[in-house]
């Protein structure tokens, strides 16, 4: 598959963080509104993850500018809306945006008003570009349980009108997914589903006990790779593992690309999706991520449509918005 044929197909993308997914255009902009003047590559510097990062929290220290920008109602509209219809240029047809609610509060707006205002950018694109969109909130591992919990109760009022699902992020290996019980059980008992970051620099102790926390996907999953029994059951429960391929290498989640284990996953029929993770902190799009799984002979067409399909299946989307996808999908390739 040549990049022609990966920017102009179909695609998913279920994993995708706001903060660290801002242009940087839409970063300048609203670094601008607050008399902070920066040149293009000065920016860059702060917010591209180099290619040795050191470790997952050199990578997470890229997101405190974007964060800085989305304090404000219009920061967060424009922000959203930029990043669906970036996505739509490229044929991505639904993207799931996630973001911690909790860390858009500090200058005053509610859980409430960030939700509302990322929704209000995400269907503004909806109106202008073909995407469909859903918001999935995150609780952040290092805030306490409280905090963690008040922000699901809010984000439940606007279950079904924006927001699709939650997820836990932020330090897996100091904070492990046994910690979440009470999150997950929350979000269960409201009846929201869920995907929980699980094995991206933890162990796959981490990915086993997302499972048992009942979780539909698990974002990253590199570490199950090599146990075949978690693996297995992933595939024979219709788990979905958000694969983030150029994001794991920088979080030194895998040693070297060679070592990607999306055809072990996919071949014992995991259904997994291929995302970008931080599209600006990583440098990446969705079309750079099938293009790079293609340059290292870990994709094809035939897989590609698999992936699609798959992650319809995978996604927190209704059923009317799936059967669109798919339908959509169908008659384009004319099955
Ligand atoms: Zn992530």
Redesign the pocket.
Known sequence: MNRFVAYNMPKIEL?C?LDGSMSVDVIRELLAKKGENFEEKELLTMLQAPVDCESLAEYLKCFDTPISCIQTKEGLRIAAEDLAITAAKEQVKYLEV?FAPSFSTAEGLSVRDVIENVQEGLSSAEQKADIYTGIIVCGMRHLDMETNLRMLKDARELYGYGVVGCDM?GDEKAFPNSLYADFFAKAKEYGMPYTI?AG?CGDSENVKVAIELGAKRV??GIAMAGHDDLVQLCADRRIGVEM?PT?NLQTKAIREFADYPIMEFYHAGVPVSVNT??RTVSGTTCTDEYVRLTDAGMMNERMSERIYRDSVEMSFASDDIKHKLLQSYDELFMI
Request: glycine share 8%; net charge negative.
């Open positions: 994993h963080h996630r992020a970051h991206e974002g990253h983030c994001s993770d931080n």
